[in-house]
């Protein structure tokens, strides 16, 4: 079956403590453009993230707030950071890199909160069941073109408000020369 693929740059997800310590006491989040998946939205706001090694300015702040504050980045920007953070679905921190987040009124240091996303599908219950996946955790995906392959392990994140799309980051994409809208297929 086909699915429409979401390639995801690197991002920041943050509490509304984060938020008001990065951009001061009264600041909301400004929506840029919605994202596909229902509610979900990139907001003007951007920040820089660092180590000791390096750091990368202009990270985008995602909205809505989240009951935890989350760096999401792909493995080459680990490199260049210096860091080796864990491959993991959104919000399991546990154990996760430690890292810095500068915003424009503050700053603050997570012992934990990087990593690089998992893989994975937004999907609906229902859906589930129409394309015959219940009871499976993961698949494995066809990205189509000129640097085509096959992607595992690919966890399917089941919500009751999600919209049908593969998300990888931007490594994956650049591997297999795809971009935001093309289509893969589950295999």
């Known amino acids: 079956m086909k699915v429409s693929i979401g390639v995801s740059n690197r991002h920041v997800h943050l509490t509304k403590e984060h938020l008001s310590i990065l951009f001061g006491e009264d600041y909301k989040l400004e929506k840029k453009n919605d ?15 660092k180590t000791d ?6 990270v985008r702040v995602l909205g809505p707030i989240r009951n935890y504050t989350q760096v999401e980045i792909s ?65 494995n995906v066809k990205l189509n073109g000129e640097k085509g392959g096959i992607i595992t392990n690919v966890y399917l994140k089941v919500s009751d408000e999600a919209f049908f799309e593969l998300h990888i980051d931007t ?7 795809v971009k935001n809208g093309d289509i893969g297929e589950i295999i």
Do not use: W
């Open 35 to 49: 994202l596909n998946q229902p509610g979900q939205f990139s907001s003007t706001a951007v920040v820089t993230i």
């Open 53 to 58: 090694k390096s750091e990368i300015d202009n």
């Open 75 to 139: 493995k080459t920007d680990a490199y260049k950071l210096g860091l080796n953070p864990p491959v993991r679905n959104s919000g399991d921190l546990e154990g996760s890199s430690p890292i810095k987040i500068v915003g424009p009124k503050g700053c603050v240091d997570l012992k934990s909160g990087c990593i690089i996303a998992t893989r994975h599908i937004h999907i609906l219950p229902s859906q589930l069941k129409m394309y015959n996946l219940e009871g499976k955790e993961t698949v």
């Open 171 to 177: 490594d994956d994409a650049n591997a297999h020369l």
